[in-house]
T-cell receptor, first 115, second 112 residues
Framework: GESVGLHLPTLSVQEGDNSIINCAYS??????FIWYKQESGKGPQFIID?????DKRQGQRVTVLLNKTVKHLSLQIAATQPGDSAVYFC??????????????FGSGTRLLVRP | KAGVTQTPRYLIKTRGQQVTLSCSPI?????VSWYQQTPGQGLQFLFE???????NKGNFPGRFSGRQFSNSRSEMNVSTLELGDSALYLC???????????FGPGTRLTVL
């Protein structure tokens, strides 16, 4: 498959355990954040988003936490499955463009799920 | 509903040549954004088009250009290719440009 990053930090978890992937964002004025999952050979796939007026948002098996004080975002995956193995990116938006979103991506974290 | 499609999926060019990549957004989506993905720089925003107008542009040289057609399909062009242009080029579409962006599978460009 295609490599999306040769030197990505890697998180290795046991199947069934919970995973926590962290991300530090750069702009304190960013108002919208997204987590994407990218599998080998595919484009990024939307997982969950959160706006800056929220601290927490839950989806199916996933939770995103936002700490604006320290500019930190985390993605929690419950009961991690082999299909969760992928590279995960956080993205923040450029708040200066009212008409469109310019996504600014983090460097990514590779999640490996051990059977 | 069909997803975002990109053609071609793979491309090999030599330095100095030019290349055109194509993106067909999800039906009804009017915003198309382009990103470059490399192991060294990660995912970087190139530009965004909405209703045939470029609304937003990243920090790339003028060799990178794009356009959008009336049916929302978009093309990006890279002229005078350099080795460093080797990358996965991703296209994303959204309804209005705000909110969730749906990505295509990308075009893998290799410059020799």
């Amino acid at each position: 498959g295609e490599s999306v990053g040769l030197h990505l930090p890697t998180l290795s978890v046991q199947e069934g355990d919970n995973s926590i992937i962290n991300c530090a964002y750069s702009n304190s004025a960013s108002d919208y954040f997204i987590w994407y999952k990218q599998e080998s050979g595919k484009g990024p796939q939307f997982i969950i988003d959160i706006r800056s007026n929220m601290d927490k948002r839950q989806g199916q098996r996933v939770t995103v936490l936002l700490n604006k004080t320290v500019k930190h975002l985390s993605l929690q995956i419950a009961a991690t499955q082999p299909g969760d193995s992928a590279v995960y990116f956080c993205a923040e938006t450029d708040p200066w463009m009212d008409s469109s979103y310019k996504l600014i991506f983090g460097s990514g974290t590779r999640l490996l799920v051990r059977p | 509903k069909a997803g975002v499609t990109q053609t071609p999926r793979y491309l090999i060019k030599t330095r100095g040549q030019q290349v055109t990549l194509s993106c067909s957004p999800i039906s009804g989506h009017r915003s198309v954004s382009w990103y470059q993905q490399t192991p060294g720089q990660g995912l970087q925003f190139l530009f965004e088009y909405f209703s045939e107008t470029q609304r937003n542009k990243g920090n790339f040289p003028g060799r990178f250009s794009g356009r959008q057609f009336s049916n929302s399909r978009s093309e990006m062009n890279v002229s005078t290719l350099e080795l460093g242009d080797s990358a996965l080029y991703l296209c994303a579409s959204s309804l209005q440009g705000r909110g969730e962006q749906f990505f295509g599978p990308g075009t893998r460009l290799t410059v020799l």
